[in-house]
């Protein structure tokens, strides 16, 4: 059912595979437009042992995932905090 | 790695296959960067799987589209005839759903629940719209646990391509600007789906940040969500549900928000996410064949499932046969309301109970994933189960 010849998980394995190093490269790659995936390789480096981490793609810098520890709740006239209350509930569905 | 049959349900129809778990199957898929495939119980369960036929497949496929079209009509209907108060939608919210409805904001995805047993008509139970979870490990993951059990075989599942095709798509419908990806703090599971969606989006074309939802800002002065760095949010992907934001402190910034910022999912999710829909749907398309009777009262409804509006996980559920209690559960839902919908019995394959989670990705049906519980009711302890095509 899928259709494409490759797949490549640029994001997520490079910060949340616990295979990680601290530069990766991964890419699965199909032989055919039917076949499965096999492992190759791509042209992006994976980061996450940084603060603030992301990964490099395309030539340049992803931020996904930080540390918020000089993030203020007031800045001037902006206001964070607004969402995520919702405490005790879990996104599941 | 072979697999052993326990159970022989019929010949040409869906199966549950017992089998024997990967030798370190945990390293293999946390290599993936699937972290939560065990809690307190396991979560990711490859000691099964599922076959299905082609024409299993075909059902299913065809079913998604249908109910895909009638969802769409029943969004209209429900905007027609201003039916926001029967959803407990708040009034704030109206003219956002209507505008991202006639404006037709960018919306991605959802997952059908199907009551499904391989023979007869797969009866929907409800619809994720805003926030469907499970779309990492039915995209990927039992993607490559295909290929190492049984390479040649082939599996409903074209998630990854049509996310990256469809996000490629809808780039010229979101503002020239950065595309921002959010989801709560301290939830690996959320994260995962988040950062995987974004991961799709930046092969698509994207220019992408994450920023988690409790560091968007709002601009006071000039009325629009900021990032960190004090830059309006135009673009937003929200793993977050639209009830909870509309309940916080910055939910009725959505409404006054000068940017007018792109939310995916659009706020007209908000009518389908919302279980009233499915009394609904039965109004408009009595005795459609993927449909079960479903009304806002009990009705003549003999064996039945009341449901909260907005539950999640399977929480405050109570079904009932032949006027007797068989299950129910606790939670924090149901103040918005029940509604009612006759008992679908999720098939038994000895003592297992599947689940189809059908997606849609645009407007296109996309693959599945299976849930699976020990119970009538699908909740936080349900086990993923892989599935495999048998035939061709």
């Known amino acids: ?93 | 790695m072979a697999a052993q049959k326990d159970f022989t349900f019929h010949p040409k129809t869906m199966q549950r296959i017992s089998i024997t778990p990967r030798n370190n199957w945990q390293q293999t898929v946390e290599g993936l960067g699937f972290g939560f495939h065990t809690a307190d119980v396991p979560y990711w369960d490859e000691s099964a799987y599922y076959t299905f036929t082609m024409a299993e497949i075909e059902k299913l496929e065809s079913t998604t589209t249908e109910l895909w079209d009638l969802c769409l009509q029943a969004v209209q209907y429900v905007i027609d005839n201003n039916l926001f108060d029967q959803f407990k939608i708040p009034q704030f919210m109206v003219q956002h759903i209507i505008d991202t409805w006639n404006n037709d904001a960018p919306a991605i995805y959802g997952r059908f629940d199907l009551c499904f047993d391989g023979k007869g008509e797969p009866k929907l139970l409800e619809f994720n719209a805003d926030t469907p979870t499970s779309l990492f490990e039915a995209s990927i993951i039992q993607w490559f646990w295909l290929k190492d059990f049984d390479e040649p075989k082939d599996q409903f599942n074209s998630l990854h391509e049509k996310l990256i095709d469809y996000w490629k798509y809808l780039k010229g419908y979101l503002y020239d600007d950065t595309l921002y990806f959010t989801c709560v703090k301290g939830v690996l599971e959320d994260f995962t789906t988040t950062a995987y969606m974004q991961d799709c989006a930046m092969q698509g074309g994207l220019e992408t940040e994450f920023i988690y939802i409790e560091d968007i800002g709002w601009d006071n002065e000039n009325e629009f969500f900021v990032d960190l760095d004090n830059k309006p949010i135009r673009n937003i992907f929200k793993l977050y549900p639209y009830e909870w934001m509309a309940n916080e402190a910055f939910g009725k910034n959505l409404a006054i928000d000068t940017m007018k910022a792109m939310w995916v999912e659009p706020s007209w999710k908000m009518i389908l996410s919302n279980k009233a829909i499915l009394p609904i749907l039965w109004q408009l398309f009595p005795y459609h064949k993927n449909l079960l009777p479903a009304y806002f009262t009990r009705s003549n409804l003999k064996d039945y499932v009341k449901k909260p509006f907005l539950s999640r996980e399977g929480t405050n559920i109570t079904i009932v046969e032949n006027e007797k209690l068989i299950a129910n559960s606790d939670g924090n839902y149901g103040a918005e309301g029940f509604i009612f919908q006759e008992l679908c019995k999720l098939p038994d394959f000895n003592g297992n109970f599947p689940v189809i989670g059908s997606w849609v990705v645009g407007q296109q049906p996309a693959g599945m994933g299976i849930r699976e519980s020990n119970g009538l009711i699908t909740d936080n302890l349900s086990r993923f189960i892989p599935h495999l095509i048998s035939e061709v």
């Open chain 1, 1 to 93: 059912m899928k259709k494409s010849k490759a797949i490549s998980l640029i994001l997520v394995t490079g910060l949340l595979s616990c295979n990680r190093n601290h530069q990766q490269n991964r890419l699965y790659m199909r032989t055919d437009t039917t076949g499965n995936y096999t492992a190759g390789r791509a042209g992006y480096h994976g980061y996450y042992a940084f603060r603030p981490y992301g990964t490099y793609y395309g030539g340049s810098y992803v931020r996904q995932g930080y540390s918020n520890a000089g993030v203020h709740t007031s800045e001037g006239s902006v206001t964070r905090g607004g969402f995520g209350g919702s405490e005790g509930f879990h996104v599941s569905s």
